[in-house]
């Protein structure tokens, strides 16, 4: 699921990378990818504004800047890369739901520290910011995007089920998990074939969001069997229960063609999935809306660059970063890539207040900026993702093969302890 997706060092996705960049020696004098007055940029397709990118190379012409759009699993290339000691980039990408495993290597990066980082700290979201930040103080990326959720509905299906409409009366009534799920009742009652939730996980995995803390704490101790895990699982089975969950699968030609009829007229997503269901239900332009996530902010997404050790000329590296990632060329970022900006001074500008025909004129920044500042900080661990994975595939058997509430729970509390002993997490 893409909420908690995180890169790791010792979990079975990615034992290999990350045992090949713990190896490297940092600070020795290694081959780079740059060779005289070039510096080479990593990213991959989406990951910044091309035409920001472009303007860089423009302005720096200090340096000879050559990016590169990586293809296929980014993280592999750059680890193997590094790994290897030859044509490393200068300047990288580093995805969002990585970054746990990156921070455990931050000797292999520039601590931007060192480099002026702190002046800037202000300019950015301060979660985001310290998603970041190693646990040894180093900053090891500057925010390029974020992700704030926020509840995509169909007012007029909603007008239907007695429900209300208004982005703002939506936001206020249907605030908190429980009114949500007794919204969903009364649109399956009175809106035939209709569900609220395509599944449970989608309202587990934004109440898992919502928190400060997920499966392993800082000390390195599973504490995936606690209450705010708990919490998230009961509110998701309750959705289940209530007869509020379809059995469609996300993404599949039969989850779209209810989404388009107005079967499936809730769903949640981060800014970036409005691009998606442009380009899944073009047809409904004009008949959708957003308001606030129930139950609080929730973020899902953004990525950072970094620059690495092998980068002959950090400071001029430093320079490019931070203008690349200003306010204003966040703001570019935005139109030009849908890249939600981690600046909040990005926020009140014009380009970032337009009204979008297919949310019916509605300016959705005035939804999802408030969101993306309400984001609790929290600690994400490299751990995370196989844990979330022994839950959420326990919560996809009780909604789609119907499997015993109980008995899933505590076969996922198994499991969950059996990968964190595999993983040297202390139970």
Known sequence: MGLSRRGLLRAGLATTAGAALGGLTAGCSVPSGSTGRDMTLWYWTGGLSDKVVDGARTRFTEVALKPAQIGGYFKSKLLTTMAGRAYVPDITGLKGEDMASYLLNADQFIDLRTLGADKLKDRYLPWKWAEGVAPGGEVVGLPIDTGPVAHYYRPAVFERAGLPTDPADVSAELDTWDRYLAAGERLRKRVPGAHMLIDALSVYQYVIAQGTRRYVDRERRF????????????????????????????????????????????????????????????????????????????????????????????????????????????????????????????????????????????????????????????????????????????????????KDPRRAWKDAMDKCRRVAAHLGVRI
């Not at 209450?227 to 469609?248: F, K, M, N, P, Q």
């Not at 073009?282 to 997404?301: C, K």
């Not at 570019?332 to 890249?339: I, P």
């Open 223 to 402: 504490i995936g069997d606690q209450e705010h895990v708990r919490r998230a699982w009961d509110i998701s089975v309750e959705a289940y229960r209530r007869g509020l969950c379809s059995t469609l699968v996300t993404g599949t030609p039969d989850a779209n063609a209810a989404t388009e009829k107005g079967l499936l007229p809730s769903q949640f997503g981060a800014s970036w999935a409005a691009g998606d269901l442009k380009l899944t239900v073009p047809r409904t332009e004009g008949e959708w809306r957003v308001a606030a996530l129930p139950g609080g902010a929730a973020n899902n997404g953004g990525s950072f660059l970094a620059i690495t050790k092998f980068c002959r000329e950090p400071e001029r590296a430093f320079e490019i970063i931070s203008w690349l990632l200003n306010p204003d060329n966040q703001t570019r970022g935005f139109v030009d890539a849908t890249l939600f900006p981690s600046t909040p001074a990005s926020f009140a500008q014009r380009a970032m207040r337009e009204p979008d025909p297919y949310f019916g004129g509605q300016i959705t920044i005035e939804v999802f900026g408030p969101a993306a500042e309400k984001v609790p900080v929290a600690y994400h661990s490299p751990y995370d993702y196989p844990l979330d994975r022994a839950v959420s595939d326990e919560l996809t058997n009780v909604n789609a093969l119907g």
